[in-house]
């Protein structure tokens, strides 16, 4: 038999599967891209996750473009971390010209250029879906890893969100949270010294501070009503799934802010979503591109933290996909456990480099058809050394594989298209109304006017003291909370700790 045949008859083997795929290239053989070699990826094993990566330029962005293609095509939404603001094309039809038919008439696939259903988002000032988060929601323990606090100060957090919770003041936006913090330390000191012990002031300030600090970061845009409920990610639209593209161009210098975002919107999939057992397809992909910005300036606890739900999210049927230049960009406890590797070319520059070369040459499967680590450095653009996990977990034969070309537009779009685009969407009909409902701080603002209205009555005709609340009073303030039906309507923003499980507790006081 010769090479070529062998070359076919290994990749046919390897990709036999009893359910559904989708075909990302046909496979390169001595340079030369070979007929009836498609390459594919079973939908079965596409919650296994998956790494992209390439030096700049070699074609992951596309790559990832098309994955998201031929899920949307086979009714599987997917989300798009959309760093550098290059995905949003995927809502116009692609272009057809002599490159790409010619590409697409080599790989073997009809080239039919269409606009898939997008629905554009964002955590800041973009346009599109105001995706949100209550302060309750987001949780104690996100709250201390975004701020940064040390072990103390996380415990005043811990006992923050806790005396809201006991008490029923909602903490929506970051103003709610200022608020009982200020509470904590002036008027409420005495009733929660008696409830939880002393709480230093010092501690206070340095939180407030680092909320201060958190908001020109422009997170206050983030925290508030309405919240954004996960399962909007799975609608389908004409049989088609849609794909949320989350826009991040401004969030590259606030990497704390990104990564804590990824897991805060990875805990809630996970919290909300049910078990899926042994599913035939994902039921939804999630793409990070850069995503060396989620590792690079995470903590040790916060990787651990992201560690542990990429292992989890799985039986919830969501597959997980980092896209970077080097796979060394990801960390090796989550490395480990991708089952798709698309590998585009690396470049050998400096020792660093080569050292990253061969590494990634480890990674991959033995092929008695390339010598990888030499293919790593080769590779033409749009081209990638591909491996996936077969139905049965095993993944099928390396293949350096011509990747097919995105039949949606490869450029982004225009502010025209994108201001139709977000004014045809229901979801932002949904979501982009400010709602400021009574929550922690107007609560606590008519509790103070009560007792000074009351400390009056007492101490009449005398002039006004500084009031001090009396745990009596407290009481009857929280007897009264508790009654107010608003505050039971506001149902799935109040008392939900994000994830309480896998996020695990500070004081073990919390479940
Ligand atoms: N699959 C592909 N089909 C056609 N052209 C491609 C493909 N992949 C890459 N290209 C070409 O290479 C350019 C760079 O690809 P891109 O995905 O943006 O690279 P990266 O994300 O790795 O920096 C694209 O603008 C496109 O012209
Ligand atoms: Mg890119």
Do not use: W
């Not at 008696?194 to 422009?218: D, P, Y």
Request: a neutral charge; charged letters at 25%; glycine letters at 6%.
């Amino acid at each position: 038999m010769s090479n070529i045949d062998q070359f076919k008859t290994t990749l046919t083997d390897g990709q036999i599967f009893k359910k559904d795929f989708i075909i990302l290239g046909t496979g390169i053989l001595n340079g030369t891209a070979v007929p009836e070699t498609h390459v594919k990826i079973p939908l079965k094993t596409m919650n296994r996750h998956g790494l992209i990566a390439g030096a700049t330029g070699t074609g992951k962005t596309k790559t990832l473009q098309v994955i998201a293609e031929q899920l949307s095509l086979k009714g599987v939404p997917s989300v798009l971390m959309d760093l550098k603001g290059d995905l949003s094309g995927l809502a116009m039809p692609g272009e057809a010209n002599d490159f790409i038919m010619k590409r697409s008439a080599t790989i073997g696939v009809e080239y039919s250029p269409q606009g898939l259903p997008v629905e554009l988002m964002t955590i800041s000032n973009e346009k599109g879906v105001r995706m949100r988060a209550t302060v309750s929601e987001f949780g104690p323990v996100l709250m201390s890893q975004i701020l940064e606090v040390n072990d103390t100060q996380q415990g005043v957090i811990a006992l923050v969100f806790r005396y809201c919770d006991v008490n029923h003041l909602p903490l929506v936006d970051l103003k709610d949270f200022k608020r009982v913090l200020q509470f904590v330390t002036n008027e409420g000191k005495e009733a929660i010294t008696k409830e939880f012990g002393q709480v230093s002031s010092a501690s206070v300030n340095t939180i407030m501070r680092k909320i201060i600090e958190l908001e020109q970061q422009g997170a206050d845009r983030f925290f508030g009503e309405r919240s954004f409920e996960v399962e909007d990610f799975t609608r389908t639209k004409d049989g088609k799934g849609v794909i949320s593209v989350i826009r991040l161009t401004d969030i590259q210098s606030k990497p704390k802010l990104f990564s804590t975002f990824m897991l805060s919107l990875l805990s809630e999939i996970y919290e909300t979503f049910p078990e899926q057992g042994d599913a035939d397809q994902p039921k939804l992909c999630l793409f990070i591109d850069e995503a060396h910005l989620v590792f690079s300036n995470a903590s040790k606890d916060l990787l651990e933290k992201i560690e542990a739900i990429i292992k989890l999210i799985r039986s919830k049927g969501v597959g997980v996909f980092f896209c970077t230049q080097t796979p060394t960009d990801v960390p090796d406890n989550v490395l480990g456990q991708l089952g798709l590797k698309v590998q585009h070319a690396l470049r050998a520059f400096t020792a660093k480099d080569r050292k990253a070369i061969t590494k990634t040459a480890e990674n991959y499967p033995d092929s008695p058809f390339y010598k990888t680590s030499e293919v790593l450095t080769s590779m033409g653009i749009g081209e990638a050394l591909i491996t996936a996990l077969n139905e049965k977990g095993i993944p099928t034969p390396l293949a350096h594989t011509l990747v097919r070309a995105p039949i949606t537009r490869m450029d982004i779009l225009e502010d025209a298209e994108i201001n139709s685009l977000v004014s045809k969407s229901d979801l932002v009909q949904k979501y982009n109304q400010d709602i400021d409902q009574e929550s922690a701080y107007e609560m606590l603002e008519r509790k103070m006017m009560q007792l000074e209205k009351e400390q009056e009555k007492v101490t009449l005709p005398k002039p006004a003291t500084k009031t001090v609340p009396k745990p009596k009073q407290e009481e009857s303030f929280i007897e009264e909370l508790s009654k107010n039906t608003m505050v039971r309507q506001m149902g799935r923003t109040l008392f939900r700790e994000l994830a309480r499980g896998i996020l695990g507790s500070f004081s073990g006081k919390r479940r």
